[in-house]
């Protein structure tokens, strides 16, 4: 069995628990948090630790998995526990994953440890279908639409806002634009031309609403380029009409073949998420027994979905895998 920790316990962090249920060559060791471990009641009756022991911890678990946000958290986090475990994390900011790679990379090879980043469906499994598009269709174009969802980390970097209290953060496609890809019509599209983005706030007492509008809309990385439009509800009216987690999208390729490019195609992968968390969190069960494997094997240093052969994520043999599958 491999043996597993969580780092976090919120939505991430619940979703891996019930990931790791479902998977027959996995055990969870434990929930490690920043809070009074006594406070925390897992899903599953796990034990929870509190995450100053997880130094204390490197002979019982193969694989920490990280469940932090990306603004704040796993930056240091994955560094630091790298340092120990072999780890996975869904740092998801698209514009710093260099930045984060080379970080981990040098504390991964210190310690001899396998840290896979930036695991999820986008980054992740949208990165991969991507890459499968460009190898295949070499002359095309690239499109890719998130939702109609909330978006986890767009939402947390809301809620770090002085004055903010609670928000939930949805990322939705311009249908007009996606109706153009399927057409066939390979257009142009600037970031802001792709994608609306609407935000529910829930402000503290006595916040400056406006003051926290403009940092959302102003916030670079997550919203500074794209339309967004900001409502300020009442707790009560976040819990009752923004609860779910959903979300999804598409990923496009459009290409052509023959020696006058006389033949168009189009790869279309999609996702339709009842639970962005939880769906999440299997991404990163799968890809926690990849680095428990390549380590196995000898491997260390940083890893994305690109460099990990996908066989690594699957809990049955290389055999059974070409005689069912191939």
């Known amino acids: 069995m491999i043996r597993i920790g969580i780092a976090g316990y919120g939505n991430l962090g619940r979703g891996v628990e019930c990931a790791l249920a479902s998977s ?32 204390k911890m490197t002979e019982d678990i193969d694989v920490m998995i990280l469940c932090g ?9 994955t560094v630091e526990m790298a340092k120990l475990y072999n780890v996975v994390d869904s740092f998801d900011t698209h514009a710093k994953i260099p930045q984060h790679f080379a970080a981990v990379d040098a504390s991964a090879k210190e310690s001899g440890k396998v840290a896979v980043i930036s695991a999820g469906w986008d980054p992740g499994m949208f990165s991969l279908n991507r890459l499968y598009g460009q190898a295949v269709l070499p002359n095309g174009h690239d499109y890719t639409f998130w939702g109609k969802g909330v978006s986890q980390g767009h939402s947390d970097a809301i809620r770090r806002i002085d004055g903010a209290q ?96 006389e033949h168009r195609h189009l790869i279309e992968y999609k996702l339709t998420l009842d639970s962005n968390p939880e769906f999440t969190s299997s991404v990163l069960v799968a890809f926690a027994r990849a680095a428990y494997r390549m380590n196995l094997e000898g491997m260390c240093g940083c890893k994305t979905v690109f460099d990990i052969a996908p066989a690594y994520l699957h809990p049955e043999s290389g055999e059974t895998l070409r005689a069912t599958l191939l």
């Open 24 to 55: 027959k060559d996995m055990e969870l060791v434990g929930v490690f948090t920043r809070r009074d471990p006594s406070s925390l009641k897992t899903l599953t009756g796990a034990k929870v630790f509190s995450m100053e022991d997880a130094e």
């Open 166 to 261: 609670d928000a939930r953060q949805y990322t939705i496609p311009v249908e007009a634009a996606l109706e153009s890809v399927r057409r066939g019509e390979d257009p142009e599209l600037t970031t802001r031309e792709k994608h609306l983005r609407e935000c529910f706030v829930v402000a503290k007492e006595g916040a400056d609403k406006a003051a926290i509008e403009k940092a959302i809309v102003t916030m670079p990385n997550y919203f500074a380029d794209y339309d967004t439009t900001v409502h300020f509800i009442s707790q009560e009216e976040l819990d009752r009409d923004h609860a779910g987690i959903p979300h999804g999208g598409i990923v496009f390729r459009t290409g052509t073949t023959g020696l006058q490019n």
């Open 69 to 77: 946000g990306s603004a704040n958290d796993l930056p240091k986090q």
